[in-house]
């Protein structure tokens, strides 16, 4: 009968033992199958991103592309970001040669049945302005004016009140967004390509040849702007971003991101980084750019605008 009770405490401790064991390679177990799901997790972060098209929305894709790519969660993805103009951006993720399509008009405007199949991101407002080479003498420019000068009836800018000087225009494009939408709510028509008129790719260039070319004229999105062009005012309105929220100042487009389909999840993240407070309230505001939440009209394809 003595030997039982040391037996018994034997037996007891040999179960702890069993248990505590069993409760380590459970943890080491749970352990190892977080840490599989969080490799998961983060493998999905991974990849690369191509966004294509509009040069307007170019600066602000680009440098928040840096951004996110800087960011420790990110850092397996690796983001391309080209110009090329809407037109080639819609193309481009339609034929899924892009995984974005960055553009400043709706899809439907430029693309048929294939606009159907892509999903709109709509990352922020963009205003486009007429701009002058500081030496042509105007200040203000009518919506007929405009009409008159693209589409070559008036030829000099003392016509317009400005000095004796030839107008020299530098157009976009017809696959640009940019053009589309400066034709759609400053002029109201489509304009053709003039004799003599320099066409360019990209606003940047457009901006330079402007700065140094006496007597041009062309436009620019407001993320372009700066002293070295003259921005002229649309029918006396300036081109701000009060004006523009208002709906007091016409000449403003959305900036979308297409995608075809539902985005991959690097794709997907990078345009929830771009969605993000921090990058709608920091990046979108400080390059020229409005947040889409801030305007007080709407604007649909069609053109129409309401409160």
Not at 169 to 194: C, M
Not at 199 to 226: F, R
Request: glycine share 10%; proline share 3%; net charge negative.
């Amino acid at each position: 009968m003595k030997l039982k009770k040391p037996l018994l405490m034997i037996c007891t401790l040999a179960l702890v033992v069993m248990l505590a064991a069993c409760g380590s390679k459970n943890t080491q177990e749970d352990s190892s199958a977080s840490g599989t799901a969080n490799n998961d997790k983060s493998s999905e972060l991974s990849g690369s991103v191509l966004a294509v098209g509009s040069t307007a929305l170019q600066p602000l894709v680009e440098q928040t592309a840096q951004k996110f790519m800087a960011e420790s969660q990110y850092s397996k993805i690796q983001v391309q970001v080209q110009g090329g103009g809407s037109g080639t951006g819609l193309t481009q993720v339609s034929g899924g040669q892009a995984d974005i399509g960055n553009s400043d008009v709706f899809a439907e405007e430029k693309l048929k049945d294939e606009a159907k199949e892509l999903v709109d991101h709509q990352v922020a407002v963009v205003a486009m302005a007429a701009v002058t080479n500081p030496d042509a003498g105007v200040d203000n420019l009518t919506k007929q004016q405009l009409v008159d000068i693209f589409t070559g009836k008036v030829t000099n800018w003392k016509e317009v009140g400005g000095k004796d000087e030839a107008i020299v225009i530098v157009n976009r494009p017809s696959s640009s967004g940019t053009r589309k939408t400066f034709e759609k709510y400053a002029l109201g028509a489509s304009t053709e390509d003039l004799k003599g008129s320099i066409q360019e790719e990209s606003s940047g260039t457009v901006k330079k040849i402007v700065s140094e070319s006496p007597g041009s004229i062309g436009y620019l999105a407001l993320s372009y702007l700066d002293d070295k062009v003259k921005v002229v005012k649309y029918d006396g309105v300036e081109a701000t971003v009060e004006n523009v929220t208002s709906g007091k100042y016409p000449v403003w487009a959305y900036e979308h991101m297409y995608t075809k389909g539902e985005p991959k999840p690097a794709v997907k993240a990078f345009l929830d980084y771009i969605a993000s407070d921090a990058v709608q309230n920091g990046d979108v505001v400080e390059l020229g750019y409005i947040p889409v939440s801030k305007m007080e009209v709407k604007r649909d394809v069609d053109g129409n605008v309401s409160k």
